[in-house]
């Protein structure tokens, strides 16, 4: 009963790539949220999507990023032409159900974005 | 903005010892409050949830207490463990998306 899935682990980009980070949900679930955590600061919301919709992407910047949760395959946070402060961890959480019916969300491990 | 913050950064309590960490809330509106743990290097892991129409609620040497007139939300662990030094972040939510709060690292000491 595999959990969240994210890969990559780990990522180092220089300023001005792509980054593409990728969160497969657990089994059933088709809600998905994804996170952001800088060093020794909690968890700040970017975006709430439902199989094939976004939701919420009250917490995503204006520019350069984007999400998409296909109908099939993993949910994609992807960053163009990244800078030093999109350095961080991002977090992707699934839910069978839209919270707080639920009772919690199950997170994955985290993608460890490093730009160079 | 609405926030959720937590009062100290910073929990160093003795093996055994009961262990409290705080949370305020700004949102009078939220209605559901969940408390995560975070190990270094993983991402959270649910600890307990509470809903608003209740004040207290208990789990495995875990407990959660709201006070909705001060609005105030606190996690108790009972004999606390070295596998419980983490980074302990409380959340509230009232239309789907957890806020988390800045987090409390606690440090259990042999």
């Known amino acids: 009963n595999a959990g969240v899935m994210q890969n990559p682990r780990h990522l180092v980009r220089r300023r001005g790539q792509e980054a593409r980070l990728r969160c497969s949900p657990m089994?059933?679930?088709?809600?998905v949220y994804w996170y952001r955590q800088l060093p020794e600061e909690g968890l700040k919301f970017m975006v709430y999507l439902q199989k094939e919709n976004i939701i919420d992407e009250s917490g995503m910047p204006k520019e350069r990023f984007s999400a998409e949760f296909p109908k099939e395959g993993p949910s994609i946070l992807r960053i163009q032409q990244v800078v030093r402060g999109d350095s961080a961890a991002y977090f992707c959480?699934?839910?069978?159900?839209?919270?707080?019916?639920?009772?919690?969300?199950?997170f994955g491990e985290g993608s460890r974005l490093t730009v160079l | 903005g609405e926030s959720v913050g937590l009062h100290l950064p910073t929990l160093s309590v003795q093996e055994g010892d009961n262990s409290i960490i705080n949370c305020a809330y700004s949102n009078s509106a939220s209605d559901y409050f969940i408390w995560y743990k975070q190990e270094s290097g993983k991402g959270p892991q649910f600890i307990i949830d509470i809903r608003s129409n209740m004040d207290k609620r208990q789990g495995q040497r875990v407990t959660v207490l709201l006070n909705k007139t001060v609005k105030h939300l606190s996690l108790q662990i009972a004999a606390t463990q070295p596998g419980d030094s983490a980074v302990y972040f409380c959340a509230e939510t009232n239309t789907g998306k957890l806020i988390f709060g800045q987090g409390t690292t606690l440090q259990v000491k042999p």
């Open positions: 089994k059933g679930h088709s809600h």
């Open positions: 959480a699934s839910s069978p159900t839209r919270p707080p019916n639920t009772g919690e969300l199950f």
